[in-house]
């Protein structure tokens, strides 16, 4: 019988961390613009005894992802897909930004609907920048970080503790929500506790 399918587009950091925690028992199907990018963190997972299936994806592409989702639904019961294909302002121009980061997480949830296993479950891996006005850049980083409460960043796999929350049963009243994890730099520059950006 096959397995079922979790399919993780993007192979970055969070991508990978993602897979790990919810690839056990299941054929992961990674996804990403980069092949290199895409074949090492195929090659890891691999190496630690997962089962991984290999795409090349567009997400700002409709037809790149209808051809995953073709992938996805030929290797068995497609029970979860996560996107955290992204760029940020300082890795590409505005308009691509957009395209991928918005038009590509849209495209997503569209294409995957036709074979989404029935209690699947789909989550964006985004920026807290959705919450802000103008991008911060450099420097302000590092003062939001020192002015939030965790006064830290996250490493990977704590963001794929919460996703493993958000793609499990337990979450199954949680849907069409946002949930914000930024150690509270946020709530900091609501509470005044370091300059707004722009
Ligand atoms: N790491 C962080 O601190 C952090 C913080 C906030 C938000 N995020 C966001 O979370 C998401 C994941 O973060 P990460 O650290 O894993 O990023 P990452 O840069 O390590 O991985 C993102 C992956 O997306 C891929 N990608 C880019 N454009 C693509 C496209 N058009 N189609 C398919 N794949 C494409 C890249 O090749 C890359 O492998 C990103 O959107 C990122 O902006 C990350």
Redesign the pocket.
Known sequence: MAKDVVVV???????VAIARRQGFGKTILL????EK?LQAAAEDLMGESYTVSTHH????SRESVRSLVDAAAALGAVVQVVN?????PNMAPPERVLA??VY?SAVVFEEFERVIAPGGAGLI????AGHMLPAPIGDVYRTMIAASPANR??P?EEIAIAASYLLGPDAGFVTGSDLLIDGGVIAAMRAGKLPAPG
């Open positions: 587009i993007g192979a970055g950091g969070i991508g996804a990403d613009f980069n990018t994806v567009d997400v700002s955290t294909a992204g760029l940020s991928v980061d590509g891996i985004s920026s807290m960043m996250a990977p």
